[in-house]
Every structure is written in C-alpha cells, then in structure tokens.
C-alpha cells in the first residue's frame, strides 16, 4: 500500500517472524513498517531515498518473551538475570 504524503511517498509493510530461542522457545511477533520517501532528485532512474522509518510491533509480547528468556539463561548458567 503506498500513500501520497504532500512531496513525500510512503509505503505500509506488515511482516511476521518465526523461530526458535536458543533456550528452544518457540518466538512469534508481528510489525507494522511504514517507510517514508523522497523522490530522487534527477529523474535519471534513481531510486527514491528512506527518509522516516517507523517500526511497530508487540512490545509487550517481546518484553515478556525475553524476560522469560533472560531468566531461563541465567538459570542454565547459575546466575542471576539480567534487568530491563
């Protein structure tokens, strides 16, 4: 999806990521991109130039799942977690 935003061009990218921890914890998370663009300047061909790049995605979920993750580590190596 691309919106026209007064000189600038802005394009909405949804993307998910799946894997594994290195605990072997499943980890699934959504983000929402939105790329903002300036025209190139020449019209020879170029491609446009990143302006604003916004990222949004879970964070409660990914403060959880590495909370969890920091204490599962430190408990495999005897010590204490870290904090946030």
């Not at 909405?12 to 300036?38: K, R």
């Not at 170029?46 to 920091?70: A, N, Q, W, Y």
């Amino acid at each position: 999806m691309a919106l026209l935003l007064g000189t600038l061009t802005s394009d909405i990218c949804q993307a998910s990521c799946d894997g594994d921890s290195v605990t072997g914890t499943p980890y699934t998370n959504e983000y929402i991109l939105i790329i903002h663009f300036v025209p190139a300047e020449n019209g020879r061909g170029e491609l446009p130039k990143m302006s604003i790049m916004k990222e949004f995605v879970d964070s409660r979920h990914t403060l959880k799942f590495f909370t969890e993750e920091g204490v599962k580590a430190a408990a495999a190596v005897g010590g204490a977690p870290a904090t946030l």
